[in-house]
């Protein structure tokens, strides 16, 4: 069972909103990652972390911003949340033996309206 | 530029066996990972192949071939909780995951 939280998971907003999507894991992993996904869709890797005070941006910009302050905890903030922002979010991680091996939480489903 | 094909949806019978492909072509090899996605869930692992061959778990089993840049995904034993979408992902490189659109699965009794 894996040990990986996301909060909210729903979120309606007007655009122009700050919000900050949680993510903890209590599973002592250095690699955590954000992926958006809409229905149908690919998973598109915002960004990531592999480790304390390290964060990198993925392929999709999304005008969002991350902090790695504790091994357990990995935030994303959205600045100016819009319309096009409205989809699902994936926080994950992994251990370092098996890279490729995601622990997803429930995902945080926001709409901005 | 990187890409992962598969099929966008595939219908089988319960009971029945199904497999799925997945094409790739991506800058570097270092594993190929299937997940398994239930509408409005998270994916969860299902299996990995860094070698050529078949890899069996239960009623899954997934093949690979580096050459062909192919693998698939056989499903024995079809239950309908075995609709869900199927998601492939290749390790490039630079360790990070490439991954294609899924495959939903539809099981019909």
């Known amino acids: 069972e894996a040990d990986i939280y996301q909060t909210p998971r729903y979120l309606v907003i007007g655009t122009g909103k700050k919000i900050t999507l949680e993510c903890s894991q209590t599973?002592?992993?250095?690699?955590m990652y954000w992926y958006q996904q809409d229905p149908g869709m690919e998973l598109h890797l915002i960004h990531y972390?592999?480790?304390?005070?390290?964060?990198e941006k993925g392929d999709l910009s999304s005008e969002s911003t991350v902090s790695r302050i504790r091994t357990e905890h990995f935030p994303l903030t959205l600045e100016s949340a819009r319309p096009s922002h409205t989809s699902q979010y994936l926080c994950?991680?992994?251990?370092?033996?098996?890279?490729?091996?995601?622990?997803f939480g429930e995902g945080s489903r926001l709409t901005v309206l | 530029g990187q890409n992962i094909d598969q099929p966008t949806e595939m219908t089988a019978t319960e009971g029945a066996i199904v497999q799925i492909n997945c094409t790739y072509q991506?800058?570097?090899?270092?594993?190929l990972f299937w997940y398994q996605q239930h509408a409005g869930e998270a994916p969860t692992f299902l299996s990995y192949?860094?070698l050529d061959g078949l890899e069996e778990k239960g009623r899954f089993s997934s093949f690979l071939s580096r050459s062909k840049g192919y693998s698939y995904l056989l499903l024995k034993e079809l239950q309908m909780k075995d609709s869900a979408s199927y998601l492939c992902?290749?390790?490039?490189?630079?360790?990070?995951?490439?991954w294609g659109a899924g495959t939903k699965l539809i099981i019909k009794p």
């Open positions: 994950a991680s992994s251990g370092d033996r098996e890279a490729g091996e995601l622990f």
């Open positions: 599973m002592g992993h250095d690699k």
């Open positions: 972390s592999y480790g304390v005070n390290s964060t």
């Open positions: 991506t800058s570097g090899f270092n594993g």
């Open positions: 192949n860094v």
């Open positions: 992902a290749v390790m490039d490189s630079n360790y990070q995951l490439i």
